[in-house]
């Protein structure tokens, strides 16, 4: 299985770094290689322009952006990895999946509102929050953004199964932070029988 890792953080030493590179770890150990697209180290430009939304399926995308295509189509399973900014994505990643994942390319559900462009595959978000559990879970923010990214974004391109893997209270104790990435750890050796949540 050919697994691409999509990496949004700009400190290569942040926990975020950390997650991508244990998970990572952990697909590899399971046999599947990796590819990692580390979108600040390599200067995605996030900014969706007049190039973009003049790409329809027909009128080809920016260079910058079918290179992106191109490590998606090689791609077995994919795993996004980027910290839960003010309960969203960083303007980097969610950047990324406006200009890569573009209209005729990835989905055109305008006829039929279950069918992807894209191949079916797995798709895994880690999701760091500095939040602890109880608080996301009584506030409702992880069924907001089950809803918004699962059934939502990651609905329309394929992804199945898909999962949302809050690691809340990652900025918590190193134990708490260890385990975190032993569950992060878990995902990359289970990402062939991946479940749902």
Known sequence: MHILTVFDHPNPQSFCAAVAEVFERGALDAGHQVERADL???????????????????????ADVQREQARIARADAICLVFPLFWWGMPAMTKGWIDRVWSWGWAYDQLDDPNRSLQPTRPGLLLV??????????????????????????????GFSPRRLELLAGSEGSPERRDALLARCYQHGLSMAQMEPC
């Not at 600040?40 to 027909?58: K, S, Y």
């Open 128 to 157: 760091p929050a500095g939040a602890g559990a109880n608080r996301i879970t009584a506030n409702g923010y992880e069924e907001a953004l089950n809803r918004a990214w699962l059934t939502g974004t990651f609905g329309y391109f």
């Open 40 to 62: 600040n180290a390599e200067g995605f430009d996030p900014r969706w322009t007049m190039a973009d939304a003049e790409a329809d399926g027909t009128t080809p995308p920016p």
